[in-house]
């Protein structure tokens, strides 16, 4: 690995202190305002510097090296700031699909076992259904707050932490633990280090190679990252991307 800290957040800092005012991210904002559709605008500067509070936060509340956080709510700036600041601080991202169904959830959180969860009171409500999700001991909602759920405002730290305090990282180390819906079976995770991260990044860029104002459109969030670690500009598209059929 090439990277000074093994840090995959470390491309993201390095293309906002490079290049700031650079558009990053374009997403929309509200599916249901066709044709006019809000969005959200981030540039590397901005995404930079809303990752860096995140981390702060993160780590005000108590997470930090090897801590596993359940990462579950709409695709947003939100989403990938606070991706981006969990890796940042040596702490470890868990994606679940919430259409598997309560069991396989149950049997996900239980594999898991992450010590924070950062959701949407949809998901968080069942808390009273689910004994494994009722037993993360951190709980943020990004909508809502209540017994025992902080509102996402709590992970906002009082300043933004500087880039040289981005934890280091070795090949091995966790950074993305994502699970399979257990059709067949019981979910499998699938473990993913900064290294691995790195060479996916790697493998893309030699793919895909960069050129000087490209502009991409993605729906894969994976994808998305590799565009912000290479200093390309991303746009989601239109559309709910948890429904491609009605695209």
Same mark, same amino acid.
């Given at each position: !690995?090439?990277?000074?800290?093994?840090?995959?957040?470390?491309?993201?800092?390095?293309?906002?202190?490079?290049?700031?005012?650079?558009?990053?991210?374009?997403?929309?904002?509200d599916y249901e305002?066709?044709?006019?559709?809000?969005?959200e605008?981030?540039?590397?500067?901005?995404?930079?510097?809303?990752?860096?509070?995140?981390?702060?936060?993160?780590?005000?509340q108590?997470?930090?090296?090897?801590?596993?956080?359940?990462?579950?709510?709409p695709?947003?700036?939100?989403?990938y700031?606070?991706?981006?600041?969990?890796?940042?601080?040596?702490?470890v &991202?868990?994606?679940?699909?919430?259409?598997?169904?309560?069991?396989?959830?149950?049997?996900?959180?239980?594999?898991?076992?992450?010590? &924070?969860?950062?959701?949407?009171?949809?998901?968080?409500?069942?808390?009273?259904?689910?004994?494994?999700?009722?037993?993360?001991?951190?709980?943020?909602?990004?909508?809502?707050?209540?017994?025992?759920?902080?509102?996402?405002?709590?992970?906002?730290?009082?300043?933004?932490?500087?880039?040289?305090?981005?934890?280091?990282?070795?090949?091995e180390?966790?950074?993305?633990?994502?699970?399979?819906?257990?059709?067949t079976?019981?979910?499998?995770?699938?473990?993913?280090h900064?290294?691995f991260?790195?060479?996916?990044?790697?493998?893309?860029?030699?793919?895909?190679?960069p050129?000087?104002?490209?502009?991409?459109?993605?729906?894969?969030?994976?994808?998305?990252?590799?565009? !912000?670690?290479?200093?390309?500009?991303?746009?989601?598209?239109? &559309?709910?991307?948890?429904?491609?059929g009605?695209?």
């Open positions: !690995m090439t990277l000074k800290t093994g840090n995959m957040s470390e491309l993201l800092f390095d293309h906002g202190i490079t290049q700031p005012d650079k558009v990053a991210l374009v997403i929309p904002h305002a066709r044709p006019w559709c809000r969005f605008t981030y540039t590397f500067g901005s995404l930079s510097e809303r990752t860096r509070v995140l981390m702060t936060g993160l780590r005000e108590g997470i930090g090296d090897g801590d596993r956080v359940l990462v579950l709510f695709v947003s700036g939100e989403l700031a606070l991706c981006a600041a969990i890796y940042a601080i040596g702490a &991202a868990v994606l679940i699909d919430p259409g598997m169904g309560a069991k396989r959830i149950r049997q996900a959180l239980e594999t898991a076992s992450p010590k &924070a969860v950062v959701s949407i009171k949809a998901f968080l409500k069942f808390r009273w259904l689910i004994p494994e999700l009722r037993q993360i001991p951190l709980k943020f909602s990004m909508d809502s707050s209540g017994w025992g759920v902080l509102p996402f405002a709590a992970l906002e730290g009082h300043s933004a932490a500087p880039v040289e305090s981005l934890t280091k990282r070795k090949d180390d966790q950074a993305l633990i994502t699970f399979t819906s257990g059709s079976g019981r979910p499998k995770g699938a473990d993913r900064h290294a991260l790195y060479e996916q990044h790697s493998a893309l860029k030699k793919a895909y190679p050129i000087d104002g490209q502009i991409d459109m993605t729906c894969l969030p994976v994808v998305a990252f590799h565009n !912000m670690s290479v200093g390309n500009t991303t746009i989601m598209p239109d &559309a709910d991307i948890a429904r491609p009605t695209v």
